[in-house]
């Protein structure tokens, strides 16, 4: 009789912990079934790293962020219009604008979050009244980056554009040339490995960071701090109101992220919020 008590106590155990096990199991599936899968095209430095950084924020939130690196500046807003993203980051409002209109895409900015100053950069020269003359000069090929440039290399006065082109301008602009600088149009995720070749670049931050280049250290001259190029997440419109996409740019724009942005990238990278 013993005998059979202990198998049937042994029996409601074995039933219990199978229960549970199937409770466990579908609390799990419960919970995965929740969550929110949230797809965003990215370039590496520093907008993965900062969507990286709020990962865990949105995990807590039933968001799963999923970070796609992408190493040029069209493929990411191709992807956001065909639907195989959710959102990107990587790309200031003049560029998204333009791109935008060009091609005629329903793209919209959803958040600021941080601006990167273009910076000038060398590695045979160490001041920029040392180039000599013919210099060659690499800048962005792509509209938008190539005048913000031009724009800048007038701020340095290395050249004059024509009047009221602003950032708008292409070497075609250039109206006063002392030193006859060759102007050469290069693809901005190329830029660093230009340094070998030319004077001087005109590098995006971003790329500069990747190449381990400190905007703050490095460059021979930069964009002043108060640069209307503020690097945002872009949209499909009408997802404006979709609550994922609201916590991301909660996320992005808090003042942790803040802190984040300004002690690791000690000036490179500046909060836009």
Same mark, same amino acid.
């Given at each position: 009789?013993?005998?059979?008590?202990?198998?049937?106590?042994?029996?409601? /155990?074995?039933?219990?912990?199978?229960?549970?096990?199937?409770?466990?199991?579908?609390?799990?599936?419960? /919970?995965?079934?929740?969550?929110?899968?949230?797809?965003?095209?990215?370039?590496?430095?520093?907008?993965?790293?900062?969507?990286?950084?709020?990962?865990?924020?949105?995990?807590?939130?039933?968001?799963?962020?999923?970070?796609?690196?992408?190493?040029?500046?069209?493929?990411?807003?191709?992807?956001?219009?065909?639907?195989?993203?959710?959102? *990107?980051?990587?790309?200031?409002?003049?560029?998204?604008?333009?791109?935008?209109?060009?091609? *005629?895409?329903?793209?919209?900015?959803?958040?600021?979050?941080?601006?990167?100053?273009?910076?000038?950069?060398?590695? /045979?020269?160490?001041?920029?009244?040392?180039?000599?003359? %013919?210099?060659?000069?690499?800048?962005?090929?792509?509209?938008?980056?190539?005048?913000?440039?031009?724009? +800048?290399?007038?701020?340095?006065?290395?050249?004059?554009?024509?009047?009221?082109?602003?950032?708008?301008?292409?070497?075609?602009?250039?109206?006063?040339?002392? &030193?006859?600088?060759?102007?050469?149009?290069?693809?901005?995720?190329? +830029?660093?490995?230009?340094?070998?070749?030319?004077?001087?670049?005109?590098?995006? /931050?971003?790329?500069?960071?990747?190449?381990?280049?400190?905007?703050?250290?490095?460059?021979?001259?930069?964009?002043?701090?108060?640069?209307?190029?503020?690097?945002?997440?872009?949209?499909? &419109?009408?997802?404006?109101?979709?609550?994922?996409?609201?916590?991301?740019?909660?996320?992005?724009?808090?003042?942790?992220? &803040?802190?984040?942005?300004?002690?690791?990238?000690? %000036?490179?990278?500046?909060?836009?919020?």
């Amino acid at each position: 009789m013993k005998k059979i008590l202990a198998v049937a106590l042994a029996l409601v /155990s074995l039933l219990a912990v199978v229960a549970g096990c199937g409770g466990d199991k579908k609390e799990a599936e419960k /919970s995965s079934a929740k969550k929110v899968v949230l797809k965003v095209g990215a370039t590496p430095v520093p907008h993965a790293e900062i969507l990286n950084f709020v990962k865990p924020t949105l995990e807590k939130e039933g968001i799963d962020l999923q970070i796609i690196e992408f190493s040029d500046y069209v493929k990411p807003n191709l992807s956001l219009n065909d639907k195989e993203l959710d959102a *990107n980051f990587f790309q200031h409002i003049p560029y998204l604008e333009k791109f935008a209109k060009e091609r *005629n895409l329903p793209l919209t900015t959803l958040t600021k979050v941080h601006i990167e100053p273009m910076g000038i950069y060398s590695k /045979s020269i160490k001041s920029l009244d040392a180039l000599p003359q %013919g210099a060659k000069i690499a800048i962005p090929n792509d509209p938008t980056n190539g005048g913000r440039a031009l724009a +800048l290399l007038q701020s340095a006065k290395l050249l004059k554009l024509k009047d009221g082109v602003g950032i708008n301008g292409t070497p075609s602009d250039i109206v006063d040339n002392p &030193k006859n600088f060759s102007i050469i149009e290069v693809e901005a995720a190329l +830029l660093p490995r230009s340094l070998d070749d030319v004077a001087i670049s005109v590098i995006n /931050s971003n790329f500069a960071l990747e190449a381990k280049l400190n905007p703050v250290k490095d460059s021979l001259f930069t964009e002043p701090k108060d640069s209307p190029y503020a690097n945002i997440v872009a949209i499909r &419109k009408g997802d404006e109101n979709r609550p994922e996409l609201q916590k991301l740019a909660k996320a992005l724009t808090s003042p942790e992220v &803040k802190k984040f942005i300004e002690e690791k990238y000690k %000036g490179a990278v500046v909060p836009a919020f």
